[in-house]
């Protein structure tokens, strides 16, 4: 069984930073990919960031340059490092994890999600 651990969330002011950890757990062998996606009210989700077991990255445009993912694929860990947050950032950010290969086969995970509110 695999499970995602989301955490880092919170309130922070406009200009503010947050970092968000997110976990794979379980008899894992490997994932391929680990993204943050994020919804905010009334709004489709949307990926904010993809990071591939070989490093490439890819990001939303409107999140470039402000936010940063990584990834340690020894501990089945990704990272995302928001700095200059907008309140249009604000949404429950989701963790997901595809291409996790286990002894029963391959699939896809998400998280919980996490909220974060970006605020004066």
């Known amino acids: 069984q695999v499970q995602l651990v989301e955490s880092g969330g919170g309130l922070v002011q406009p200009g503010g930073s947050l970092r968000l950890s997110c976990a794979a757990s379980?008899?894992?062998?490997?994932?391929?990919?680990m993204g943050w996606y994020r919804q905010a009210p009334g709004k489709q989700r949307e990926l904010v960031a993809r990071i591939i077991s070989g490093g490439s990255t890819n990001y939303a445009d409107s999140v470039k340059g402000r936010f940063t993912i990584s990834r340690d694929n020894a501990k089945n860990t990704v990272y995302l490092q928001m700095n200059s947050l907008k309140p249009e950032d604000t949404a429950v950010y989701y963790c997901?994890?595809?291409?996790?290969?286990?002894?029963?086969?391959?699939?896809?995970?998400w998280g919980q999600g996490t909220q974060v509110t970006v605020s004066s």
């Open positions: 997901n994890a595809a291409g996790v290969v286990t002894g029963t086969g391959i699939g896809g995970y």
């Open positions: 379980g008899s894992i062998f490997s994932i391929s990919a």
